[in-house]
């Protein structure tokens, strides 16, 4: 099986398990936490933000994929002469603009389409954040991003799969083990097959999730199992904090939870089609 078959079967198996556990998948999966997605485009505490920014020659174009609510294309867009985003979920496209109307950032815009039906020019340096892990034609979605692409093209991509910090919740609640998304190990022989050859770069590591409360973790974790109140998987959940989540000076924490560990990995077009 060639690399990029491996990843689509991955893809293809993960989602087979999702839907089966959490039943129809939603139109806008995103619609429930896409207020949570809302930052400040003028931070100047976000290592990530400030890693991108390296990247950028003053005053050339940005085209963000599966830009969210903005988080990293609107103060790249300070940066930048104008951004492109792209996003399929209606409310974070939402949540972008209101962000860009409420800081008067002019030189950024979105469209709401899934990466391989939008209709976008192509910009200087093509950007990917976190985004890889759900695609299930990962060879048309890279050429996409290469062909896009006139200098740079940025991906982020975390070391292990997401959902890797409640991988063991999730088998103690559902009874079955959780099948991983693929990443960074499954990607690069992707971008080889392709005839890619990309620098990688280490961003630092972000600590494992901290919870104000008992209840903000039951919040906070229940939605990435897909557990619904009043079931049995959630007593079975709850069954499970109580032995492992522990609380120290007012913060609580998953016991044994690791950092998550990210990196840059890039790449000059090389012209795919």
Request: a negative charge.
């Amino acid at each position: 099986m060639s690399a990029i078959q491996t990843w689509n079967e991955m893809v293809r198996l993960e989602h087979e398990q999702s839907d089966r556990i959490r039943g129809q998948r939603p139109t806008d999966s995103r619609a429930t936490a896409a207020q949570n997605f809302k930052q400040d485009p003028f931070r100047t505490d976000d290592a990530v933000v400030e890693a991108l920014r390296s990247r950028l020659v003053p005053g050339e174009t940005l085209l963000d994929v599966g830009a969210g609510g903005g988080r990293l294309a609107l103060p790249l867009a300070l940066t930048c002469g104008a951004v492109a985003a792209v996003e399929p979920s209606p409310s974070m496209c939402a949540v972008f603009r209101e962000t860009a109307d409420e800081y008067n950032i002019g030189n950024a815009s979105i469209i709401e389409s899934d990466w391989l039906s939008a209709s976008v020019e192509p910009a200087d340096v093509v950007l990917c954040c976190n985004v890889l892990y759900v695609i299930s034609d990962i060879g048309a979605f890279v050429r996409n991003l290469d062909s896009h692409a006139m200098r740079l093209v940025l991906v982020i991509l975390m070391r292990t799969p997401p959902r890797s910090q409640v991988q063991h919740i999730w088998e103690a609640v559902h009874g079955e083990p959780l099948l991983s998304m693929p990443t960074v190990p499954q990607f690069l022989p992707v971008l080889e097959e392709l005839g890619i050859r990309p620098e990688i770069a280490d961003l630092p590591d972000r600590p494992p999730h901290e919870f104000a409360s008992r209840e903000a973790a039951i919040a906070g974790i229940a939605p990435q199992l897909y557990v619904e109140p009043g079931t049995e998987e959630m007593q079975r959940l709850e069954q499970f904090l109580d032995r492992y989540l522990q609380e120290q000076d007012g913060v609580w924490r998953l016991e044994g939870a690791q950092p998550v560990r990210s990196c840059i990995v890039s790449w000059s077009p090389v012209g795919l089609r």
